[in-house]
């Protein structure tokens, strides 16, 4: 019961740490982590897992969308 108090508490301070501009992508992408590495027994490796690759998806979908809209405003 304490461990789980202690995970609860420890993530509590990292979204109140975290600002809105980064969390783009990672809850999703935590929240399906999390699940698969809770199915192979590493539920907190799965979901910082999932936040990293969340955001890097996020990141590169944002990218694509900025240089599309440049090379439509050049012609």
Avoid at 16 to 22: G, I, P, V, Y
Avoid at 44 to 70: E, F, L, P, S
């Amino acid at each position: 019961m304490t461990r789980i108090l202690i995970r609860a508490a420890l993530i509590l301070v990292a979204v109140a740490l975290a600002s809105t501009a980064e969390a783009k992508g990672c809850l999703k992408g935590a929240a399906v982590g999390g699940l698969a590495g809770h199915m192979a027994g590493h539920g907190v490796v799965g979901a910082a897992a999932g936040c990293a690759i969340g955001r890097h998806q996020a990141n590169k979908k944002d990218r694509a969308a900025q240089q599309g809209g440049q090379d439509s405003g050049a012609r």
